[in-house]
């Protein structure tokens, strides 16, 4: 059906942004604060709206106008809302409104306000561009916006240049990964003009691509699992992630652990039907997913920036995703990818209060004792950590234990076992920090101490709602044996009916879920003996060689940085230094000098003596003759 | 004298007026030149509406017997290749001007050969006779020869020198190839002729063609500049003035790769096809090293000039994918480079003649005393890194999806160039624009002015336009375009064993 409201749904952000970035000047910081919110407000009622058609229409469209038209290749700027979009854009603009609403507080008193506002405006835009896009290419354009604006607001506060080197290095690693998607893309065009389909519409791709040859179908998804391993933070390219912890906090709980690093998987969740086709690469998935998932983990384990247990976990986390992703569990992934929006998001707006309320602190190693300070962030803070740990009945729990129980059911016992032991270190590392946050005795600073005070209700509230959210997201999908799942049946236009998820095995699935949750159990039970009372092992940990290792992250930065940055660098440096200047150069400059110089030689015989020139003359003369009169 | 032939000369009857200002009015004369480029400006729109975007063929022809004896004639016309190079000319010039407000010596000859360039730029581009494109080509070096090497910077002259050498050097090669051609035609058809459009119809056997491709690409390929001959760009362009560096990447390279596609491609097909794997290598090497050179530079200048190359590498790939989004694609990139890469000129400018230093080093922290300017900046470097919903994107990827079809292999390294690009254009523009404000020199700098915003505000305004709907240019291109792939794809058909030549020929390129 067509529906021409939709294009509202970014557009009205964006116009936020335009008026805050045209009138930066005239606008006061309350009226862009306003703006954004009411923008963001309106984009999403207007989800609502989209939601509550969808039942009735399976799909709604709306075509702006051809974008790209070069024979064969046609791009429209057309946007499209089927189930799978209209859950991603109520996650993107209801968290994005809270979001907006907890800033205004947040970012109260920043001179960039309007800035800020604006950049979180275009944010909005362009990730409800990528989920409305019907087309591959349009969605590559949310894709690198969304990009965009996470180097804008990582590097936000310019004028300290950690900030803006994160913000380069998100950009930069984001599009080594682009690079890859770019290529499949290329390739996926010109495999389905060999077809004669030559057509990139989800709506279209969804009934050529099982035409594509086999192998063209692994090298084109893992092509654009590369742009994923990028955009999702996964193994090689996660490396941008923590770091993008320099942005402001709500940009951290919005961009970079709600919406815009689930875009990979949002982009894995359309393409379902292109994935499934190819076991190689969901093979590929499943491990790099495992490994990423257990190992950003272990370095969450020994962080002590509030932030950075938190991004290690959001790498954690996708890692999830991905695995869900990797058995074909396309409806798994994108549930934990909603829920996760809930706890995580809680998670970073609540230390966004626990640094606002420190002034700016985040070392967890200088806090602690917060709980009777700070007694609305504790709460919401306590249930989304129990809901990133799968406590029971919180939306953790569920979506986590629907993964691990398809990996299971899968027949992948390993990765089961990979998932299972990072579910035990998620409740560990999580209630570590939360522990060393909120309870114990205080180290806070002597001259903040006195100043510690609970965040405004505009602040507030968005946490309240969001831990609601932590607890309640969950029961959209209950196992069979509970009361089932609204969630399968609504996505499933999209993803296709999941496979025969064993129903019969009520029993076993039972057994896991135990399984995980005494593991969590034991991890909350651990974090506790070590970081929730007086104790020397916290201490003897932090020196042992292992936790110094996880502590340097396993020295990837600097992996990374010997292996390609600084050869690289010098390649560069010797072709700037001494190959351009000296032998490109060198050889123009050379002909010309060797060109003067027989010219300085030659210029001679130019003597201006009449006697000279009558005696070349004459010499000549014989010459001919000589040669004439020999032959 | 109808449409085509009254822009040509438009600027150089105001060059003429000019001489009639009196040399002390500096302001009157500024204001004479610009209103001159601005009815230029808008004859060129006149021109533009004129147009028939459907049809293939050149349009608006007009012909004058010149030089009978010798067949040579002044005739000019346009099509669906020229049409918007000629718009991006006549659109970057008053802007080139308003950036020379701050010139105060010999402005008057300044103006004069401002204006007169315009006319030569122009010419070359709606030349339908070979001998008048020769003509109008060489007569765009003296003015520039002039610009740099009059109101350039310390090394002008060798700058100067060194751009008229090396082009010329390449030039003359085509002139003999030129009267090579109208020779050999006159031979085969019994008339004197420099008419392209006729020309184009002689089919020369394939080892004559080599030779005279190789002649005319010579001298394109310094023009575009080609990976290895680029040398000369650099120097060119950090001693040129601003409005001279603005022409000289945004219309003067673009001669080069306008050459190869109005003239050595279709005189040449045959030729054309079995060079395109070495083209494509060296485009594609280019885009690379290109990239790579400008990371590390110091100079801001010098900077963007070897963003040029890689840019430019760009636009050479798609032109000898021979396809269709190959070719449009590097049309659209062509215009693309002139708008981004002006702009980032005309930015260099304005810190250059605020700090009188193009360092990055000197630089640091400008957002906060220059917001408009840092704002314009950034548009314009993820203009000019080929960021979706700008213009530098839908030239570079329908570039990277032409050549795709050709050579997967070589896509991908040139698709590393956007990567790349990413790298140096960030890595620059935090050096400049972020950071703390800890120089003292730069703590006092004003934002732009009313006068520079007017030079950037429609230049962006493009970026954007040309990003989100790039259809007007595409449509009103493919014709064209198109016209010119039938006569390379019909040499391919035609000539089978050509074909295998260049397959072969490919194959040990790329697997080098």
Known sequence: MEFSLLRLVPLLPLFGAIVNILFWRRVSRRFAGYLACTTVGLSFLLSLQVFWLLPATRVLHD??????????????????????????????????????????????R??????????????????????????????????????????????????????????????????????????????????????????????????????????????????LFAGATGKSAQIPLFVWLPDAMQGPTPVSALIHAATMVTAGVYMTARLNFLFALSPETLAVVAWVAAATAFFAATIAVAQNDIKRVLAYSTVSQLGYMFLAVGVGAFSAAVFHLFTHAFFKACLFLGSGSVIHALGGEQDIRKMGGLKSHLPVTYWTYLIAALAISGAPLTAGFFSKDRILWEIYSNGSVYLWLVGWLTAGLTAFYMFRQFFMVFHGPSRVAEPVKSHIHESPRVMTVPLVVLAAGSISAGWLATPEFMWGSVWDRWLQPVLGAEKAVAHAAAGEEILLMALTILLAAGGILFAFMFYGRESRIAARIAASPIYQLLANKYYVDEIYDRLFVRPFTAWATWLARRFDPGVIDGIVNGVAGGVRASSLTWRRIQSGNVQHYLFAFLAGTILILVYFLGR | MKDLSLLVFLPTFGALALLLIPRRQTAALFKAALGVSLLAFCQSLWVLYRFDGDSAGMQLIERLRWIPAYGIEYAVGIDGLSVFLVLLTAFLVPIALLASWTIHERVKEYLFFVLLLETGMLGALVAVDLFLFYVFWEVMLVPMYFIIGVWGGQRRVYAAVKFVIYTMAGSLLMLVGIIFLATRNFQVTQSLTFDLLRIVNLHLPYNEQMWLFLAFALSFAIKVPLFPLHTWLPDAHVEAPTAGSVILAGVLLKMGTYGFLRFAIPLFPEAALAAAPVIIALAVIGIVYGAMVAMMQDDLKKLVAYSSVSHLGFVMLGLFAFNLQGVEGALYQMLNHGLSTGALFLIVGMIYERRHTRMIEDFGGLWKQMPIFSAFFLIVTFSSIGLPGLNGFVGEFLILLGAFQESPVWTALAASGVVLGAIYMLWMFRRVVFGPLDRPENQRLEDMNLREICMLAPIVALIFFMGVYPKPFLSRMKSSARLVLQRVESQRLAVPLIRSETVVEGKTARGN
């Open chain 1, 63 to 108: 075509t702006l106008l051809t974008w790209i038209d070069s024979e064969p290749f046609k791009a429209s700027l057309g946007f499209q809302a089927d189930p799978l979009t209209a859950v991603m854009l109520l996650v993107i603009t209801g968290i994005g409104l809270l979001i907006h609403v907890y800033s205004l507080g947040y970012m109260g």
């Open chain 1, 110 to 223: 920043d001179e960039g306000m309007v800035r800020y506002f604006a950049y979180l405006n275009l944010f909005v835009f362009f990730m409800t561009l990528l989920v409305l896009a019907d087309n591959l290419l349009l969605l590559f354009v949310g894709w690198e916006g969304v990009g965009l604006c996470s180097y804008l607001l990582i590097g936000f506060w310019y004028q300290d240049h950690t900030n803006t080197i994160a913000g380069n290095k998100a950009f930069i690693v984001n599009r080594i990964g682009d690079f890859g998607f770019l290529l499949g893309l290329l390739l996926l065009f010109w495999e389905l003009v060999r077809l004669g389909a030559p057509s990139l519409n989800f709506a279209d791709l969804r009934q050529t691509v099982h035409l594509l040859r086999p192998e063209s179908v692994t090298f084109i998804t893992l092509l």
